[in-house]
């Protein structure tokens, strides 16, 4: 993995909207919505309220809503995450809490503007995310980890 490029601590509390590039280390409060082409990593004092949308993410904290990850989601033993995932892989360390429907296809990734949308190459389901904290769109997530 390529060097932290950006990192807000435990003392920092955020909301809004998160963009990045490269590898950025969340290790604080934040509400909203993130989406990036970089790795995001949510330390163990992070707890994230947001739909999120990156090309992989380590999380060691909590997140509190649903994640589309491009390459790949860890969540390790300290984790916690609260909502579905999308990821072509997903892995779950011993200790770690998972709460929440996950989908393991391909997916092909479609960044236009508001909102992001992913569409995965095998089912051809559409995933969409807004700036307003909202369920899922899919219809139904078939498989589960």
């Known amino acids: ?24 280390n969340l290790d604080c409060n934040f509400k909203g919505d993130i989406s990036a082409p970089g790795t995001l990593i949510v330390g163990e004092n992070g707890k994230i309220d947001s739909n999120i949308h990156v090309r992989s993410i380590i999380c060691k904290g909590e997140i509190l809503g649903n994640i589309i990850a491009e390459e790949r989601v860890e969540i390790l033993s300290s984790g916690r995450v609260y909502g579905d995932i999308w990821a072509p892989v997903v892995v779950v360390k011993k200790g770690a809490i998972f709460e929440g429907n996950c989908l393991t296809n391909e997916i092909k990734v479609i960044r236009s503007g508001k909102p992001d949308a992913a569409v995965s190459k095998t089912s051809g389901v559409v995933q969409l995310y807004d700036s307003a904290r909202q369920e899922s769109k899919v219809d139904q997530l078939s498989e589960a980890c």
Do not use: D
């Open 1 to 24: 993995m390529e060097k932290i490029g950006s990192y807000l601590g435990e003392n920092s509390v955020l909301q809004g909207r998160l963009t990045f590039k490269g590898n950025f």
